[in-house]
């Protein structure tokens, strides 16, 4: 069991490590190459607003629990310890866009951060978040500021052309179905996501008169592929099971197809947020009544005393 353990920590880890590699670069190229909108000050407001609130609650969580922070033990651990904080301050700089205001930046990493601390579920002997970080941070901001909107989905291509605009989503759909192959095993989340997209894109068509080109259109954008690989993913809060992994990730697509339905903007990121919660009250429940199970009664074996049991 220690082994097995060990290996999940070690894969888990070896793909936090890439993924925060891939979109540090990304980030990187698309302020320099591609043609974000953002200043540069944006993703430097999410990564310090992220690091901030990650290590304040890890602080305050190991001295309320009697031990040291995860944190310490040599630079190493630190940056490894903060993979998780430097993507989610990188993807929310990335996706949202409040024109030269960083309070809405740096408020979205620190709800995601935050979420993970205070929205959990007791399961067995320990606990687990269970709404994906990013994209929590991102739909609160949306909520509470409505003048914030999305990055531009052009901007991750505006400044290239011709096989340039090829390459850019080749390398995203490559690189991001080995690392859920490989290391997060959620393949069955993009399938049904995937099919389900299309499904809902063809209920549209058939029944509320969209056509079914308009429907598939979002499909063909980076920022599609980025939220298909990189975001609706997200190991820690998706089922395992394969059938279950397929069931959340048509779920979302069919949440994102009815706010269509209602008019209702930013459908991606609400989608997820709201399968997510669902998903999370249905595990709690079950959590609570695995509590109210009572235990079956030991069996005692009759004492014999001067041939009287008692």
Same mark, same amino acid.
């Given at each position: 069991?220690?082994?097995?353990?060990?290996?999940?920590?070690?894969?888990? @880890?070896?793909?936090?490590? !890439?993924?925060?590699?891939?979109?540090?670069?990304?980030?990187?190229?698309?302020?320099?190459?591609?043609?974000?909108?953002?200043?540069?000050?944006?993703?430097?407001? *999410?990564?310090?607003?992220?690091?901030?609130?990650? &290590?304040? @609650?890890?602080?305050?969580?190991?001295?309320?629990?009697?031990?040291?922070?995860?944190?310490?033990?040599?630079?190493? !651990?630190?940056?490894?310890?903060?993979?998780?904080?430097?993507?989610?301050?990188?993807?929310? %700089?990335?996706?949202? +866009?409040?024109?030269?205001? &960083? @309070?809405?930046?740096?408020?979205?990493?620190? $709800?995601?951060?935050?979420?993970?601390?205070?929205?959990?579920?007791?399961?067995?002997?320990?606990?687990?978040?269970?709404?994906?970080?990013?994209?929590?941070?991102?739909?609160?901001?949306?909520?509470?500021?409505?003048?914030?909107?999305?990055?531009?989905? +052009?901007?991750?291509?505006?400044?290239?052309?011709?096989?340039?605009?090829?390459?850019?989503?080749?390398?995203?759909?490559?690189?991001?179905?080995?690392?859920?192959?490989?290391?997060?095993?959620?393949?069955?989340?993009?399938?049904?996501?995937?099919? *389900?997209?299309?499904?809902?894109?063809?209920?549209?068509?058939?029944?509320?008169?969209?056509?079914?080109?308009?429907?598939?259109?979002?499909?063909?954008? $980076?920022?599609?592929?980025?939220?298909?690989?990189?975001?609706?993913?997200?190991?820690?809060?998706?089922?395992? %099971?394969?059938?279950?992994?397929?069931?959340?990730?048509?779920?979302?697509?069919?949440?994102?197809?009815?706010?269509?339905?209602?008019?209702?903007?930013?459908? @991606?990121?609400?989608?997820?947020?709201?399968?997510?919660?669902?998903?999370?009250?249905?595990?709690?429940?079950?959590?609570?009544?695995?509590?109210?199970?009572?235990?079956?009664?030991?069996?005692?074996?009759p004492v014999t005393i001067a041939g009287v049991e008692r």
């Open positions: 069991m220690a082994t097995i353990d060990r290996w999940q920590d070690a894969t888990r @880890l070896g793909g936090l490590r !890439r993924f925060a590699v891939a979109i540090t670069v990304l980030n990187v190229l698309g302020h320099t190459v591609l043609g974000f909108e953002q200043s540069w000050a944006s993703p430097l407001a *999410g990564l310090a607003s992220a690091y901030f609130t990650e &290590l304040l @609650l890890e602080w305050l969580d190991a001295r309320a629990g009697g031990r040291a922070p995860r944190y310490r033990g040599g630079f190493r !651990r630190l940056v490894d310890f903060l993979l998780s904080a430097h993507i989610t301050g990188l993807a929310t %700089a990335m996706l949202l +866009y409040a024109n030269e205001r &960083l @309070l809405p930046i740096a408020f979205a990493a620190a $709800v995601a951060i935050a979420s993970k601390s205070c929205l959990r579920i007791r399961m067995g002997e320990s606990s687990r978040h269970f709404l994906n970080p990013s994209n929590f941070g991102i739909s609160i901001t949306l909520l509470l500021f409505p003048w914030v909107g999305i990055a531009p989905p +052009y901007h991750f291509t505006e400044n290239l052309y011709g096989i340039a605009d090829w390459v850019l989503p080749a390398i995203i759909v490559t690189t991001g179905s080995l690392l859920n192959a490989r290391f997060t095993n959620r393949l069955p989340v993009i399938a049904g996501w995937l099919g *389900g997209f299309f499904c809902q894109a063809a209920v549209r068509a058939m029944w509320f008169d969209t056509p079914i080109a308009a429907g598939l259109l979002p499909m063909t954008g $980076v920022a599609f592929l980025l939220f298909t690989f990189y975001m609706v993913t997200d190991p820690a809060t998706t089922p395992a %099971a394969v059938r279950a992994q397929v069931t959340f990730g048509a779920s979302v697509a069919a949440v994102y197809g009815a706010l269509l339905l209602l008019h209702i903007v930013f459908g @991606l990121f609400f989608a997820l947020s709201l399968v997510s919660l669902v998903r999370g009250t249905a595990l709690y429940a079950r959590s609570r009544a695995a509590v109210r199970v009572p235990r079956p009664a030991e069996a005692v074996t």
